[in-house]
């Protein structure tokens, strides 16, 4: 039988993960930008141009909340939709130089504030914290692919 904090583990991950992202929402406001905007930027950013589906599937958006997000996204100017050579229903979607701008103006943003958010943590917890994350995310990712 798990432990009794197991039960409310996956309540406790949503809350945090909702309370993180209202804080850097409001902390991203001053640049004109939020947190779905920031997670394309840092995908792109450490992934290099990809195809519209791997970038939906990294994100862990469907397909049609992604197409709306990257019209404001190609709109603002801070990526470029391309077309696939070999493959006419792919397109490819890159950062362009303002949005790589804007991800440098905002990285700097985001790490002070979850340096904030944790300075009062022992860091070897939050080492654990962070292991044992990617450890149930992984695990989720292995049950919902299936056999």
């Known amino acids: 039988m798990p432990p009794k904090t197991a039960n409310s583990l996956g309540k406790e991950v949503n809350l945090a993960a ?4 209202a804080v850097l929402d409001s902390r991203l406001m001053h640049a004109n930008t939020n947190f779905a905007t920031w997670s ?3 995908v792109l950013d450490r992934e ?6 791997e970038l939906a599937g990294l994100l862990e958006v469907e397909g049609p909340t992604l197409v709306r997000r990257l019209d404001r996204l190609e709109a603002a100017g801070l ?11 792919a397109t ?19 790490g002070e504030t979850e ?5 009062d943590l022992d860091p070897a917890d939050v080492e654990t914290t962070v292991k044992v994350l990617r450890h149930l995310i992984d695990k989720c990712r292995r049950i919902t692919k299936g056999p």
Do not use: C, H, N
């Open 18 to 21: 909702r309370a993180m992202r």
């Open 40 to 42: 394309v930027l840092l």
């Open 48 to 53: 290099g141009p990809v195809i519209q589906r």
């Open 79 to 89: 990526v470029a939709r391309s077309g696939t050579p070999g493959d006419r229903r």
């Open 92 to 110: 490819r979607i890159a950062l362009t130089a303002q949005g790589k701008a804007m991800f440098k103006r905002v990285r700097s943003s985001v």
């Open 115 to 119: 340096s904030e958010l944790v300075a």
